[in-house]
């Protein structure tokens, strides 16, 4: 064992999703196993405490939060450079910006650039899991994994399913994408912290056969994860209505091929009426909320409060390259905006619980990750609350958690994060 | 003459609302008068250019664009500390957190160090010229004009107007208020570059017979300006219908008391009627549209639209601490959104154009600012293009200055704003 000791303000949340905060608190991890030991107040005075701490570095911090890492349940590597794009929604968004982009990802090379890039401006905000969507190319998802193999991070990514729809050079067959699926799986799926989705990725690029073969993956390879898109766009839910007029519903559509399930992550779900959200509700399907794309491309306003009514998992995620910050923060800002307009306060502490702990729990690994129970894994941030003069102002006005945390997700971005670890090994620094 | 040049490449917007680009031009202003000279393209190889040059100190930028200050047309400058305050829509959030910190402002040292801080976040930003709130206390109109003609900007402001529905303690009287705005515009309205704004907060706020003697003040001293909120939130609404139920609309108590016309500024209008519009459109009273303060306190989303359809005269503002982000970038970046929601894109030309010389016309303020017109005031910012790198690997992909400009009012903040001049004096330096 050798043993790191933090000392800082901590944050974590309970498995009944209550906050644990310690002012002064000590985080203590086993840099070998890159795993929890524990978290301790600081002014213990126990000689229990003291033989724990007798020879172990301390490093202290001020005016800071450490926090678990932040995860991203929704989020597009290869759109990194489709970020920021001009004046679609949805499906024009795709077709004039989106699937050009992407054909680049063909040669590996650029893949492992752009893989480098993106898992360091994932890490810069302090963002150390993300379900992660690659391109069609197999190569593209290989070089991912590569990328976040050698960071160590644990991340899930998947090859992207698709044959029709879409360009030519952008599609695949449905045998090639079922072949290529499970060779990736076999490679990648518990590599050390790599994980595997099976990735359709939407009912409009996807013929039922290639849907079905997306569920026998599921089936062949338990504990694969299943990522996809729904109900984002009113454009898009007329295509698949039209794509396929004998289900009653886009999510029925998913549904139908085996899709559902309880590692099964759904983004967007921007227009769903009670039946979704039941069936969602009794298959234990995951929805992805993604606040700054849906705003971006106008898609709608996403209903947090229907999620909670109906017992739907809900997670919170960037959706970069329709998202427009890497930041979680800047996304739980506009999360709690669109909540704002749809009469729902989305406070500081839900906020918080959902980018850490249970956004671990929509992606069934808060067995793993999400607060700092002993054992978990090492994956932490430093926040500075203090990060600009407003920041600064702000903040000593704070009087209560709830204020600090709320003034950190509406006035925080990438300064907001002083230092990302990863297995109790620093992978960033302001 | 004390003539400096500055080299960029430089954009401005011409009076028919045409941008005007050089990618390598130069600003030559006169630091004795403070005002711009012209603007020239590096490239000229005449000698009438050599001759002009002769002897003057060029700076030069790489990757910079140098453009007319920012104006933002509505923001409180003692809300400062009230930005990001949790989970209220506009009447709880002014009562339960803006009317306290207003009360503050009552110290006179208290007001002069948040203005100081204020206008230091402003120039930060970019911003040179806003128009601002004050509170009800003379003091703080005093305190803030103080600040701001050390700094030398153009600003206008106000003393609030306010005798109901608001503490004891910060109410003032109808012939107090007339009274104290008297003197405020006698001492600071055409003082150096000050302007003064009749302030009557908004029409919960004040009697119909205040709202007289604020139209009272307009007539008496042609030439300053009138602020104040307008149909920002359903609520609100219902309060003035009930407080004013002999008039048609919101809009028409203002109107009754003589209060529309081209150098009256009304914050949101997020839900006006065609009636409002057109009487808008009649007195070229304008808009102030403030988008992340429209989505923080949930109001609803602004239809920027309907104001070219009815010839409204329309700005865009930060709205702070309704607002979240001092970033005029920043509150670019989520009027683009609010448009998408309402099927209609505001793409970045018209964005930039809005908030340098549009904000300007719509302040009466186009002969002295907004662009590089010889003989205007010299406020301008030399922009960051690659500030972070995300910035910079985005902009390396753009092929358009289309493209530059929409990247930048997506991805950039504060960060962005690399130097900041008013009156051809360099005030702010990153």
């Not at 480098?116 to 905000?125: A, C, R, V």
């Amino acid at each position: 064992m050798a043993i790191k000791a933090f000392r800082s303000s901590i944050l974590h949340f309970k498995e009944d999703a209550q906050a644990e905060y310690f002012d002064d608190g000590i985080l203590l991890v086993d840099s070998e196993t890159g795993t929890v030991q524990e978290v301790v107040d600081a002014k213990d005075q126990s000689s229990e405490l003291a033989a724990k701490l007798d020879g172990v570095e301390i490093t202290a911090y001020e005016n800071k939060i450490i926090m678990p890492g932040f995860i991203d349940t929704h989020i597009h590597y290869p759109q990194v450079d489709v970020i920021a794009s001009y004046g679609e929604q949805l499906l024009d968004w795709l077709n004039n910006y989106t699937f050009p982009t992407e054909l680049q990802f063909k040669d590996p090379e650029f893949a492992r650039e752009t893989a480098d890039f993106f898992l360091n401006e994932l890490i810069k905000n302090g963002t150390t899991t993300a379900l992660v969507f690659g391109t069609v190319f197999k190569e593209s998802v290989d070089a991912f994994f590569e990328a976040s193999a050698k960071l160590n991070t644990r991340m899930i990514c998947g090859k992207v399913m698709m044959n029709r729809n879409a360009p030519d050079g952008l599609c695949d067959d449905v045998q090639s994408s079922f072949d290529d699926t499970q060779t990736l799986i076999d490679t990648w799926h518990g590599t050390g912290r790599q994980l595997y989705a099976v990735t359709p990725r939407f009912a409009i690029t996807s013929t039922g056969e290639q849907l079905e073969k997306a569920g026998e993956l599921m089936k062949n390879n338990p504990g694969v994860y299943m990522q996809t898109h729904l109900s984002e766009n009113k454009a898009e839910i007329a295509f698949v209505k039209e794509l396929f007029p004998e289900r009653s519903s886009y999510l029925d559509v998913y549904d139908h091929y085996g899709l559902l399930g309880p590692r099964s992550v759904f983004a967007h779900g921007v227009h769903l009426d009670e039946t979704d959200f039941k069936r969602l509700s009794e298959t234990q399907s995951s929805i992805s909320f993604c606040p700054t794309s849906n705003l971006f491309l106008g898609s709608g306003l996403f209903d947090l409060e229907a999620t909670k009514t109906f017992n739907v998992p809900v997670s919170v995620a960037t959706d970069v390259g329709g998202g427009t910050s890497f930041s979680m923060l800047q996304t739980l800002n506009e999360a709690y905006k669109i909540c704002q307009l749809k009469d729902y306060s989305l406070d500081a502490r839900q906020a918080f619980y959902m980018m850490t702990l249970g956004n671990a729990k929509t992606l069934q690994l808060d067995d793993k990750i999400g607060n700092f129970e002993s054992g978990k894994e090492a994956d932490f941030v430093v926040v500075d609350l203090e990060s600009t003069p407003l920041m600064q102002r702000k903040q000593s006005k704070c009087k209560t958690l709830d204020e600090v945390l709320f003034s950190l997700m509406m006035l925080g971005d990438d300064r907001a994060i002083s230092e990302t670890y990863v297995a109790a090994k620093q992978v960033y620094k302001k």
